[in-house]
């Protein structure tokens, strides 16, 4: 029996700095708050969002043998067994396959040279498609092997940029890689366009801004991720935005670029979950309304 494919999103830019990994972390964890099964994937050696979320920290991630890590997938010396590779995080519906170190050699600057790990990701990916909605990959910022493998798992590839001439200056080569894994190995591959991160209400950020709109029409999303707090302090308490305060500005702009997500996905995935769970309300406990009557006999 088929199975629905999950939608596969990767978050890439070649400058390090723009969000690539607090997109994966927010756009993960909102997809989960929805009820859709989740899976993060960190193909970034650094390991930064491997290290952002509950359980896993620095010391975890250091320590963790890279057979337990998305190393498996390209080390054909392990056994990339999903349920090695694949970890609990501490929120329903939410796993990740963490990063290591160990992940920087196979990174290699000429992807299309290096035969099956060009397709790693993507046979993992199909391998587990069926005990997920969506899948969302952390890269690293260049773009080489693990960028390439990724983007050849993906249906979108979304492109984070802060609103400032030098983070902009790489956007056409990402478009160009897109280009090049859509000519090789993932015909269907669709670059998704330009998220603006940390954006801040400042002359020069509305004048990149509009500069973006009026290089790249359509492929700028309306969404934008400003430059504010609380996304530092969600890292830091190592839960995805929406997991931690969805109904704060910083909360809403993260549902707000999930629902863009989904539109410019159009129908393609119908079996992602998109209404926003309502909230159950507590029922009283016993204890509170035995103490009730008693202050009322009284």
Known sequence: ?????????????????????????????????????????????QASLSQSIKPFGSRIIEELPPDRSVVALFDDRMDPDPERVIHRTEFDRLDIVPACDALTRFNYPDPTE??????????????VSDRYEVVVIDTPPNLQMLTFAALVAADYCLTPVPAEDFASQGIRAVRQFVELVQATRNHDLRWMGILISMLQRIAIHQVYREMLVDTYPQF??????????????????KTPMTLHKPNNAAGKAVVALFDE??????????????????????????????????????
């Not at 070649?14 to 927010?26: A, E, H, M, Q, Y």
């Not at 700028?220 to 308490?237: C, D, F, G, N, Q």
Request: hydrophobic fraction near 35%.
């Open 114 to 127: 290096h035969g099956f790990l060009q397709d790693s990701l993507r046979q993992f990916v199909y391998e």
């Open 1 to 45: 029996m088929s199975h629905a494919r999950p939608l596969v999103l990767v978050s890439s830019n070649r400058k390090g700095g723009c969000g690539k990994s607090t997109t994966v972390f927010n756009l993960g964890g909102e997809a989960a708050r929805r009820l859709n099964r989740t899976l993060l994937i960190d193909t970034d050696p």
């Open 220 to 237: 700028v999303l309306e969404a934008v991720v400003p430059l504010a707090t609380p996304y530092k302090e969600s890292v830091s308490l």
């Open 261 to 298: 997500v989904l539109q410019r996905t159009g129908e393609s995935h119908p079996n992602v979950l998109v209404e926003i769970p309502k909230p159950v309300k507590k029922s009283r406990s016993k204890k509170t309304t035995t103490t009730t009557a008693k202050k009322k006999a009284a």
